[in-house]
């Protein structure tokens, strides 16, 4: 089957779910795939046509339904991470021949806690990550290997180790990770990589 490397990643912006955002990250450039986010784009009044833009260059997608708890400040849930599911979803279903390949993965806390929240999604396969930054890795890997028809796709605990490596690499370099932009986190990803002589993923 043909597909593109693209992978939106729909996910919660906050400092609490960072550590499972830059595992998401590492592990999508790992498996030698591009890593996409509304972040890449600064311009907030253009932000919906920005995630409609990316969700129709990616093949596939990793979303993250997990944070449904009410705003300290507001009293309100965050509907971000379902509304853009719900794009995505809807693209595969009505976008005709060139969205009808799409595949995404769904993280959750526990696996069937979605169905108290958004029970329209059930029959997908939630994914639970038990709010372990890590437990992202694996499936993120098969889903992709699987994608890719498992060419030299690194096993997830070769990322793991990888990645546990990356993050002592900043700390010896000095790198502050929250005064990186999602581009420029991406780039050092891949700089890393070089470092050490490429990820021994799949190549274009």
Not at 42 to 69: G, P
Request: charged share 25%; glycine share 8%; hydrophobic share 35%.
């Amino acid at each position: 089957m043909k597909y593109n490397h693209n992978v939106f990643i729909n996910c919660p912006f906050d400092k609490k779910y960072q550590p499972f955002e830059d595992a998401i990250i590492f592990t999508i450039m790992g498996c030698g795939f591009k890593a996409r986010s509304a972040k890449e784009s600064s311009a907030s009044n253009n932000r919906l046509y920005n995630i409609q833009k990316i969700i129709q260059e990616c093949d596939f997608a990793v979303h993250d339904i997990s944070r449904t708890e009410l705003d300290n400040k507001n009293k309100l849930p965050r509907f971000n991470m379902p509304f853009e599911l719900g794009l995505f979803l809807g693209a595969k279903y009505f976008g005709g021949q060139f969205h009808d390949g799409k595949s995404c993965l769904i993280f959750d806390r526990g696996q069937y806690r979605y169905e108290k929240f958004i029970s329209d999604i059930k029959g997908h396969d939630i994914i639970s990550h038990r709010d372990i930054p890590l437990r992202v890795v694996d499936p993120i890997r098969n889903c992709l290997a699987e994608l890719a028809g498992d060419q030299k796709i690194l096993l997830g605990s070769d990322i793991c180790s990888l990645y546990s490596a990356f993050c002592r690499w900043l700390i010896k370099g000095k790198i502050k990770r929250e005064s990186l932009s999602f581009g420029k986190f991406a780039h050092i990803i891949s700089k890393y990589f070089e470092s050490i002589g490429g990820c021994y993923a799949i190549q274009d």
